[in-house]
């Protein structure tokens, strides 16, 4: 199918209110295959890389889709073994997106240890902007968020409009359980962040992740010191 030019801000949001409705019940898969269908090349995936779920589902329907990597510059060792894992094994193209500055630059600029004194501001600089930035090239994109992952998520739909962005938000798991995506990992041996084994219910930048205690909420293991469970990224 030919893409056509896309969209007055109207027409997209249109489009993702409708959809939202009409897919709330689809497969993963056909999400996904309704926004390569949609956008086309202005589609991309966003990835953290606590595991490559999302990633693996949709080199299966578009082989060669962009997914983008936010490089904070201060992600465990762990988590860019993953996203080197994918590179060399799955049929997609990473795009590692990194900040305007270093973290060497962050720290001449605003003091040490500013994820530890404003974490909302350092997620600005290392996350936010320089997903603004990648995503400036693109239509729609997709997220790995699921409505199981606590308060902050659990009602994520599975196609949304963002005003703010003027951007199609697609949550093509956002139905999937943690059975669900245990399964999926089991039956395509996917990759996955051995933070995850190791007690981290929800991975991030290493200064600012904890591991979490069975039955917490997942995301409580992320800016511990702080009345905060998301970046910026999720408005």
């Not at 693109?138 to 997220?143: H, K, Q």
């Not at 199981?148 to 359980?177: I, N, Q």
Request: with cysteine.
């Amino acid at each position: 199918m030919t893409v056509t030019a896309i969209r007055t801000q109207k027409e997209l949001a249109d489009l993702a209110a409708r959809a939202a409705v009409e897919l709330e019940d689809a497969t993963a898969e056909e999400i996904i295959g309704w926004a390569v269908e949609t956008f086309g090349s202005r589609f991309c995936l966003t990835s953290s890389f606590a595991d490559a779920v999302l990633v693996h589902v949709a080199s299966r329907v578009a082989p060669g889709i962009d997914v983008v990597f936010l490089d904070t510059g201060l992600h465990f060792a762990e988590t860019l073994q993953v996203r080197d894992q994918v590179r060399r094994t799955l049929p997609v193209t990473v795009l590692s997106v990194q900040p305007k500055i270093t973290v060497g630059q962050q720290d001449g600029l605003y003091g040490p240890r500013l994820f530890g004194r404003d974490p909302d501001e350092c997620c600005a600089i290392r996350k936010v902007e320089p997903l603004e930035r990648a995503l400036s090239r693109y239509d729609a994109w997709a997220a790995g968020l699921r409505r199981d992952e606590g308060p902050t998520r659990a009602r994520t739909a599975v196609v949304a409009y963002e005003p703010s962005r003027g951007k199609v938000k697609v949550a093509p798991l956002a139905r999937w359980t943690q059975a669900d995506v245990d399964a999926y990992i089991a039956k395509h041996n996917v990759p996955v962040n051995d933070l995850i084994r190791q007690g981290y219910a929800s991975v991030g930048c290493w200064p600012c992740t904890r591991r979490t205690q069975p039955g917490e909420d997942p995301r409580s293991g992320r800016w511990p010191l702080f009345d905060k469970t998301e970046c910026g990224i999720h408005r």
